[in-house]
């Protein structure tokens, strides 16, 4: 009689002990699954804020619709170094410095090779071939006789443009080969024009 009521007493037991085993496995199991998934998502956060600071450490604060010196210089440094080289050489060119950049951009011309020009033949409009002539280029200026304009735009315009359609648009593109239409006289001197056009490209061009 004793053994037929522990027999149901020791199935229940075990049947019990079984369950809770199976249940505090499962569990157990469960929360280092939670663990695991927290330290994951700890992880992902972290790694997140570090992504979102190095975005906004690599990235200045910057007012849209400003520049700053560095910027205009990175951007295009012509402006800048032409006003810069007129202005150090007391050239009276330097009050339609715009207009030369302006009309050098109207015929896609580069503008340091106008000023190397101007270098050249008339100390960057210093020594005029007349008064009020506006006439820095030397441009028409022969035996024959000497072409002025009336303002440094009118010079500039005239100018450009006749270098844009009768040299660089007919094939004329080196110092070299410019000077041996525009003043042909200087290769009899060892091409002295050429010379001295490269030689102010090249002290220009190291300024940019």
């Given at each position: 009689?004793?053994?037929?009521?522990?027999?149901?007493?020791?199935?229940?037991?075990?049947?019990?002990?079984?369950?809770?085993?199976?249940?505090?496995?499962?569990?157990?199991?469960?929360?280092?699954a939670?663990?695991?998934?927290?330290?994951?998502?700890?992880?992902?956060?972290?790694?997140?804020?570090?992504?979102?600071?190095?975005?906004?450490?690599?990235?200045?604060?910057?007012v849209?619709?400003?520049?700053?010196?560095?910027?205009i210089?990175?951007?295009?440094p012509?402006?800048?170094?032409?006003?810069t080289?007129l202005?150090?050489?007391?050239?009276?060119?330097?009050?339609?410095?715009?207009?030369?950049?302006?009309?050098?951009?109207?015929?896609?011309?580069?503008?340091?090779?106008?000023?190397?020009?101007?270098?050249?033949?008339s100390?960057?409009?210093?020594?005029m071939?007349?008064?009020d002539?506006?006439?820095?280029?030397?441009?028409g200026?022969?035996?024959?006789?000497t072409?002025c304009f009336?303002?440094?735009?009118?010079?500039?315009?005239?100018?450009?443009?006749g270098?844009?359609?009768?040299?660089f648009?007919?094939?004329?593109?080196t110092?070299?080969?410019?000077m041996?239409?525009?003043t042909?006289?200087?290769?009899?001197?060892?091409?002295?024009w050429?010379?001295?056009?490269?030689?102010?490209?090249?002290e220009?061009?190291?300024?940019?």
């Open positions: 009689m004793r053994k037929i009521i522990i027999f149901p007493i020791w199935f229940f037991a075990t049947i019990s002990t079984l369950v809770i085993s199976l249940f505090l496995q499962k569990y157990r199991g469960n929360f280092l939670y663990q695991q998934a927290q330290k994951a998502l700890t992880a992902i956060e972290a790694s997140q804020k570090a992504t979102s600071y190095q975005l906004y450490a690599s990235t200045p604060n910057k849209l619709g400003t520049n700053t010196s560095s910027d210089k990175a951007e295009n012509t402006p800048e170094i032409i006003k080289y202005k150090t050489h007391n050239s009276p060119m330097l009050e339609a410095a715009d207009s030369l950049l302006e009309t050098a951009e109207k015929y896609n011309l580069d503008p340091l090779f106008l000023i190397a020009i101007a270098q050249c033949e100390n960057l409009g210093k020594k071939p007349a008064p002539c506006y006439n820095p280029f030397g441009w200026i022969h035996s024959e006789g072409l009336k303002s440094w735009e009118e010079g500039f315009e005239k100018v450009v443009k270098l844009s359609e009768k040299y648009g007919k094939g004329y593109e110092p070299e080969q410019i041996a239409k525009y042909p006289q200087a290769l009899e001197k060892n091409g002295s050429a010379k001295c056009i490269n030689q102010f490209l090249a220009l061009r190291s300024l940019e």
